[in-house]
């Protein structure tokens, strides 16, 4: 998918493609989730574009909202639209975008909450991956 954005194909193209092949490839055996945030820099629009993937997190002061998508995975049909979602973003704001394997191992129902703290516990570390990797290293040896 990155390639296709970086060689000028559109978005909703260079999704079709990548899908159709993993479609073509695999008969919706091996399914794989998508998850691409397209920053303007300039504006601060945010588009997400989500196929099957765990939510990404935007956290604004002492909120965190949640960007969520109920898609099917890239492969799992031919034809297949993506979820699309364009948020304006703040000079102060902060994107997480998580794997599905993190969202597995916090509460998802919890999951904005949970960030709020750990970032709150940090007192502003941008190093806010620490506590999560740390969580993940405990259930990890736990299990």
């Not at 601060?44 to 909120?63: C, H, L, M, T």
């Not at 304006?88 to 916090?106: F, N, R």
Request: hydrophobic content about 40%; charged content about 25%; glycine content about 10%.
């Amino acid at each position: 998918m990155e390639r296709f954005l970086e060689a000028g194909f559109q978005k909703e193209k260079a999704f079709a493609m990548v899908n159709g092949a993993i479609a073509s490839q695999n008969a919706g055996c091996n399914l794989t989730t998508l998850d691409v945030c397209a920053v303007n820099l300039l504006t601060g629009d945010a588009e997400f574009i989500k196929a099957g993937a765990a939510p990404s997190y935007v956290k604004r002061g002492n909120r965190v909202d949640e960007v969520e998508a109920d898609t099917l995975p890239l492969g799992s049909m031919e034809e297949l639209s993506p979820m699309t979602q364009v948020l304006k973003l703040a000079d102060t704001d902060m994107l997480i975008m998580v794997s599905d394997g993190v969202s597995d191992a916090i509460d998802t129902e919890s999951a904005g909450v949970y960030i709020q703290d750990e970032y709150n516990k940090s007192e502003g570390d941008v190093g806010l991956y620490s506590p999560v990797r740390n969580q993940l290293s405990g259930r990890t040896h736990q299990g």
